[in-house]
């Protein structure tokens, strides 16, 4: 084959296998031609020549569903770095050179990570790069993982209590768990709470499916003890508030209390365990410079040494 149809064969490549993971990733055809600026009869075509210049196929086709077959998941695994490498090249190479100047960092990360947690890196890295477009989405727990493996997100920063083997943790700082009561409540007049005496309140909780609650239920559950839960409320700011007019108690981590709150805060370290938040990030991503820079400056604001916690989407 002579140069001139070798190197129309590998731009050609490039182009296939652009479209191949475009399609793996979105679950459809029909979308991923829209994200790639194709009609869909474009990329059907293009996967069709590429499984007939590798000799393979890459589907199953079962009517409108796509199941990779094994040969496409090994060959997805392959492309996928490679197509992210080339896309995102001039951002690299810019970033080598010290001019991060441009892109986008999409982070998502629970109400109470951004507001305790977050603003001081968020602070410094739109300071040093204004023209990066950084979105912060409010997700956590399942649905953040969800936008994390579907890259619709480049990282999560929270906290995680069980870690899925295709993720990635890195604790970055840890809070200390706390009982907080209205001023005047009978618990704040004891030199000493135990957990038998919380279990005789109303407590309340963020949403059962975060992480705080299923603590609790875990750590009652190993001293024989049951707790009531009379109000369900997302975020730490509301659920201060209604522990302050007096409708609760409630188990929170200690990120939240400024002080300032008409609360008592009695520590539960002898129950609980510290609380860390940290970066999550799904095995084999390619990181962006953009994220890998954020990530950079979150490690600096908590005093995390470069070296000291490296953190690898690959390992």
């Known amino acids: 084959m002579n140069t001139e149809k070798q190197s129309y064969y590998k731009n050609n490549r490039l182009k296939q296998m652009r479209a191949f993971c475009e399609v793996v990733h979105t679950g459809s055809i029909t979308v991923a031609a829209q994200k790639l600026f194709l009609s869909q009869p474009s990329v059907t075509l293009q996967i069709q020549a590429m499984e007939r210049e590798l000799g393979v196929t890459v589907f199953e086709r079962r009517g409108p569903v796509l199941k990779l077959t094994p040969d496409g998941e090994t060959l997805y695994t392959l492309a ?34 951004i507001l305790y947690i977050l603003p001081e890196a968020v602070r410094r890295f739109v300071t040093a790069h204004p023209r990066i477009q950084l979105k912060i989405h409010n997700e956590t727990g399942r649905d953040g993982l969800k936008m994390l493996r579907n890259d619709e997100i480049d990282l999560v920063v929270g906290s995680m209590l069980d870690v899925p083997d ?41 949403p059962r499916h975060l992480s705080t609650w299923r603590m609790v239920k875990y750590v009652f559950q190993q001293n024989n003890l049951t707790f009531t839960v009379t109000l369900e409320a997302g975020g730490w700011e509301v659920i201060k508030k209604y522990v302050e007019l007096g409708m609760g108690i409630s188990i929170v981590t200690d990120i939240c209390l400024t002080g300032s709150e008409k609360l008592v805060r009695i520590p539960l370290t002898q129950y609980f365990p510290q609380r860390g938040y940290g970066l999550v990030l799904r095995k084999g991503r390619f990181l962006s410079p953009q994220a890998r820079r954020f990530v950079e400056i979150l490690n600096e604001v908590y005093g995390i040494k470069p070296g000291a916690a490296e953190l690898s989407a690959r390992d």
Do not use: C, R, W
């Open 166 to 206: 295709d993720i990635t943790y890195q604790p970055v700082v840890t809070f200390d768990p706390a009982l907080i009561v209205p001023l005047g409540h009978p618990l704040a007049k004891l030199s000493e709470v135990t957990l038998e005496d919380i279990s005789q309140y109303g407590l309340i909780l963020p």
């Open 80 to 113: 996928k770095p490679l197509v992210e490498g080339i896309d995102s090249l001039e951002e690299n190479f810019a970033a080598q050179h010290g001019k991060l100047d441009s892109g986008e960092l999409n982070i998502g990360a629970g109400e109470s990570t």
